[in-house]
C-alpha cells in the first residue's frame, strides 16, 4: 500500500523536526540549521566590495570581514529560503566573499554582506542561502 511508506517517511525522520528552525517573523525569515561540517580553513579573496551600484549605501570599503568573523558567521549562520529572505531581510551591496574547506574534505564558495546575509556554494551541493541573526558585531549592521 502507497501511504505506508509516505507515513513511514513523515514519521520517520524523512521532514526535519519543528525545531530544527525558527518560526520567522515579519522582518525574519525561519532560519534552519545549516549542519554544515566543521571548518578547516577559511580564504577571504575580496573583501569591502561593492556587489551593485544602484544603492544609496556607498561606502562599502567599511565592510571588512576578518577569517575569525568569517569562520563565526559559517559556524552561527543558519539556512534560509532565498524567497522569504528576500521578503523580509535588508540587502546590502557591501560584501566579502572567499572559500572555505571543512574537515570532510569538502569545500565551497562564500559570500557575506554587511546586513548578515550570505551564500554557500558547494560542489554537488544545492546553492545555500544563509542568515546570522545571532551575528551583531562590527561590521555588521542591524
Known amino acids: 500500500m502507497v501511504i505506508a511508506p509516505i507515513l513511514a517517511l513523515l514519521i520517520g525522520g524523512g521532514i526535519p523536526p519543528a525545531q530544527s528552525c525558527t518560526a520567522g517573523s515579519e522582518f525574519e525569515?525561519?532560519?534552519?540549521?545549516?549542519?554544515?561540517p566543521g571548518i578547516r580553513s577559511v580564504v577571504i579573496t575580496a573583501n569591502g566590495i561593492t556587489a551593485w551600484t544602484d544603492s544609496e549605501e556607498a561606502n562599502c570599503a567599511t565592510f571588512k570581514l576578518s577569517d575569525r568573523q568569517v569562520r563565526t558567521y559559517l559556524t552561527h549562520a543558519g539556512k534560509v529560503d532565498a524567497q522569504a529572505a528576500h521578503h523580509t531581510l535588508s540587502e546590502s551591496p557591501c560584501q566579502a566573499t572567499g572559500t572555505v574547506r571543512f574537515t570532510d574534505g569538502s569545500s565551497g564558495t562564500w559570500w557575506i554582506d554587511r546586513y548578515r546575509r550570505g551564500g554557500l556554494t558547494r560542489p554537488g551541493q544545492p546553492d545555500m542561502m544563509l542568515y546570522c541573526p545571532r551575528c551583531r558585531t562590527k561590521p555588521f549592521a542591524w
Not at 525569515?29 to 554544515?36: H, I, M
Request: some cysteine; glycine content about 0%.
Open 29 to 36: 525569515p525561519p532560519v534552519c540549521a545549516a549542519q554544515l
